[in-house]
């Protein structure tokens, strides 16, 4: 009997403690596919944050570093500057990355760190419990935000994307979902770009994945894929902000 | 061989280099800014990585990461920025990661001031990170200590598995004395391998994973478990101590860095009036040489025991613990850059003496 589909060899067999219904899940799997596509998974360190994917180090079938929050792209940088033939990858939530960690993903961007991001975002603390996010939508329900996020009060979403595709070092950003098989491959294309721009030690890429968080935001695994779709995307649109071999073309 | 006239933090960064580190990150900071910049210009001509980081904080996450894939490293600040590098050394602790942090001390506390202090005793030793966790701290008193102490640092970092501080005041950092580099240089081809570090599986060996969480409380505990019979280790092994004339003396002051060399000084005001002094220095301050204080504290000639600090008292605690009880302890201190003079050493100690 012929096999079609399998577990990737960049995941190991550990289950993972995700909820049912999060896209983490799809999210590793491209991860994992591409580093095993690309034959890179024995030269490739991940960096794993905190929140969410703390385990990832669990999951990704490859060295891994567990950082501090938000610290990952410093973490990723020590490994890089020591490894520089070596891959290095950082998995962080919105909260690690655009909160937490703004400091850190923004420099390390500016340096044009050979590294790449795994940016997920799913407008909300999913591990702590559904507070607000720096990217939780104006009006958008949390347990720090009772009454629905207000702009006076806690200012509107930040878009990471847009803001390092401002920066020069930054060599490949995009965001994509995985809301249908048909956002699942362009997020699989976008990944693997990233990771085959970064073995050409082109500088920083980010891939900015919009991602579902059905347990916090109170609604199934179907209607939470809905809500992205009619929700964060308008706030978050999908598409390349930033490829430097367009620039260059 | 020939001396050489060497300035503190310059020669640290030398040392650093010539105990094979090949990994500095840093931010700038006085009255230590010479060591990144020393840095910028000497450790790529060495082959190594310098990279100026966007904040104290990055830095030694910069230095976990690359500890973690297998680097001899280093970074260096001073006290408001080694304050923000608290949270990267509990979680080098928690990981179990050698490295070396340079911290040269400034008067505190926030901003305080850029002049020599020792204000940061107890972070130091006590630990401004979260949860149980030691370093290993030497504090040297003069620039060729400060040169010979580097590669042990390194050396105890890598044989432990956990960061090492050199915790100097600004005086030493800043200040020039003549210097011989008594040690060969080492060469990072030569460091005994790790074979925990994250430098890829060459899909021939299982994921290395470099972590400090244990979500499980059972696991955790048996993880601080073994982290406390590390440290107990370096409790029996790893103290240092330097006395000078404390047999049969009356007076031991008790002093590191800067402040023991005060002391000296006060010892021998003293000795000009008849009064034998002597000066018991930690070098090593954790671990903490309390045992060898008690004996030379416990001798019958001793009358007081006199801690000197640029500060308002901090080590002192550490001296009552190891005298503990057996002689009277007072403290004279100097905090937020100014210095004590020798002859403030000296009366203090006649006041102790009751003269």
């Known amino acids: ?249 | 061989m020939a001396k050489e006239l060497w300035k503190g933090n310059e020669a640290i960064a030398e040392a650093a280099i010539r105990a094979g580190c090949r990994c500095y990150f840093g931010y700038p900071i006085t009255p230590q800014s010479e060591i990144p910049e020393y840095m910028s210009l000497h450790m790529p001509k060495a082959g190594g990585v310098f990279l100026q980081s966007e904040s104290e904080i990055a830095a030694i996450n910069m230095v976990y990461g690359a500890s973690g894939a297998g680097a001899r490293v280093m970074t260096s600040s001073s006290s408001p920025g080694v304050s923000l590098k608290q949270e990267g050394i509990s979680y080098m602790c928690g990981a179990e990661l050698p490295g070396v942090i340079v911290n040269v001390m400034r008067g505190g506390p926030g901003l305080g001031t850029i002049q020599p202090a020792q204000g940061d005793y107890f972070q130091a030793t006590r630990g401004g990170g979260n949860g149980d966790y030691r370093l290993i701290v030497f504090a040297p008193a003069n620039i060729q200590e400060v040169v010979d102490l580097m590669q042990e640092a390194f050396e105890l970092a890598d044989q432990y598995r956990m960061p090492v501080m050199m915790l100097l005041d600004g005086m030493i950092g800043q200040m020039m004395e003549p210097i011989e580099w008594k040690k060969p240089p080492v060469s990072p081809d030569d460091l005994p391998a790790k074979p925990w570090a994250t430098t890829g599986t060459k899909e021939g060996r299982a994921p290395n994973i470099i972590n400090s969480l244990f979500i499980d409380p059972e696991a955790c505990n048996v993880h601080n478990q073994r982290l406390e019979e590390k440290y107990r280790r370096v409790i029996e092994n790893e103290q240092r101590y330097e006395t000078n004339d404390t047999d049969g003396a009356e007076v031991i002051f008790v002093a590191y860095g800067t402040p023991a060399r005060l002391a000296r000084a006060a010892a021998g005001l003293l000795e000009k009036e008849g009064i034998k002094a002597g000066v018991f220095r930690p070098v090593t301050v954790w671990p903490y040489p309390y045992e060898a204080l008690h004996e030379v504290a416990i001798q019958d000639s001793v009358k007081v025991v006199v801690t000197v600090e640029m500060s308002t008292g901090q080590m002192v605690d550490d001296v009552r613990i190891g005298v503990n009880g057996v002689k009277p302890v007072s403290f004279i201190g100097q905090a937020g850059g100014v210095i004590p003079t020798p002859r403030e050493v000296a009366n203090a100690a006649l006041k102790a003496l009751g003269r």
């Open chain 1, 1 to 249: 009997m012929a096999i079609v589909y399998q577990r990737s060899k960049g995941l190991t067999d550990v289950e993972t403690h995700y909820c049912p219904g999060c896209t983490h899940g799809i999210i590793h799997r491209l991860v994992a596919e591409t580093l095993e596509e690309l034959d890179i998974l024995g030269k490739t360190i991940g960096v794993a944050p905190v929140g969410c994917s703390v385990f990832a180090y669990d999951y990704f079938n490859c060295d891994m570093q567990e950082a501090a929050h938000g610290r990952a792209p410093a973490v990723a940088t020590g490994i890089k500057r020591v490894l520089p033939d070596k891959v290095v990858f950082t998995y962080q939530g919105d909260g690690d990355l655009a909160a937490i960690g703004t400091g850190e993903i923004t420099h390390a961007a500016m340096r044009g760190e050979n590294i790449t991001t795994i940016f997920v975002n799913n407008a909300i603390y999913g591990m702590t419990g559904g507070q607000m996010a720096p990217t939780t939508l104006v009006g958008q329900r949390a347990t720090t935000a009772p009454l629905g996020r207000e702009k006076s009060h806690a200012g509107s979403p930040i878009r990471i994307a847009e803001l390092l595709a401002t920066l020069d070092g930054a060599a490949y950003i995009e965001r994509v979902t995985v809301t249908s098989p048909a956002n699942v491959m362009r997020a699989k294309r976008a990944i693997r770009k990233a990771f085959e721009l970064q073995l050409e030690g082109r500088g920083f890429t980010m891939i900015e994945v919009l991602s579902t968080c059905p347990t916090n935001w109170g609604l199934t695994p179907v209607k939470a894929l809905e809500w992205l779709n009619e929700n964060m995307i308008p706030v978050f649109p999908l598409g390349v902000y930033k490829d430097i071999t367009k620039e260059e073309a």
